[in-house]
């Protein structure tokens, strides 16, 4: 899994308690990334990173946050989580956003069930 | 909006046969196209990645093509192996922003 980690792995939580998934990577690319997985529903970028302190929202960031203190972790933190938000996340990175042959490398995976 | 469709939803194919897998996209314009393989409980593994330029590319047993002007891709799969067993991801990335595309997968079960 291209130097990355994610933790937990597995999580149980209940409606309305905050969550925080962890992202580590040992590659030093610049650029991070969480995605959701759902059935149904391809992968879909939450929000992600272009450099530490640099984030941005994407298509369903509602209900989410990031911080990325350091270039190797990269943070997804659900305020108050609800059951809609049960799903797969992935953590994904990159070395930059531009060039057309540009990779990235997926970690594998965190199941979040929220009941 | 930019769609990326994948047929079929689910296949189920004998060791050793050959498949071919679909993928229609509408993203406009076009920077590259992507297919992902995705083991059960693990994240996407590239396998092939090619620009507009590129009609096909092959890793292995796994040989990508790509129509540029009807917008279609397809995925072959020569001599199927039970490791092949996994869900394929198209990947379409535009020419502007960040945002790739992705399709919802195939699922391939190969059985002895």
């Known amino acids: 899994d291209a130097g990355i980690t994610q933790s937990p792995r597995h999580k149980v939580t209940e409606t309305g308690t905050p969550v925080t998934l962890r992202c580590h990577q040992t590659e030093n690319h610049r650029y991070m990334y969480w995605y959701r997985q759902d059935p149904g529903h391809g992968l879909r970028l939450i929000h992600y990173s272009y450099g530490v302190k640099d984030t941005d929202k994407g298509e369903v960031s509602d209900g989410y946050s990031v911080s990325r203190s350091k270039t190797e972790d990269f943070l997804l933190t659900l305020e108050s989580a609800t059951s809609s938000q049960t799903s797969v996340y992935f953590c994904a990175i990159s070395e930059s956003r531009g060039e057309v042959y540009n990779e990235q490398f997926f970690g594998p995976g965190t199941r979040l069930t929220v009941l | 909006k930019n769609q990326v469709e994948q047929s079929p939803q689910s296949l189920i194919i004998l060791e050793g046969k050959n498949c071919t897998l679909q993928?229609?996209?509408?993203?406009?314009?076009?920077?590259?196209l992507r297919w992902y393989k995705q083991d059960t409980g693990r994240g996407p593994v590239s396998l092939t990645i090619?620009?507009?330029?590129?009609n096909t590319k092959s890793n292995g047993r796994y040989t990508a093509t790509l129509d540029a002007d009807t917008k279609q891709s397809s995925l072959h799969i020569t001599a199927s192996q039970l490791s092949d067993s996994a869900s394929y991801i198209c990947v379409v990335r535009g020419n502007s922003g960040y945002a790739l595309n992705f399709g919802k997968g195939t699922s391939l079960l190969v059985t002895p």
């Open positions: 993928c229609n996209y509408t993203v406009s314009p076009f920077s590259n």
């Open positions: 090619m620009t507009f330029s590129e």
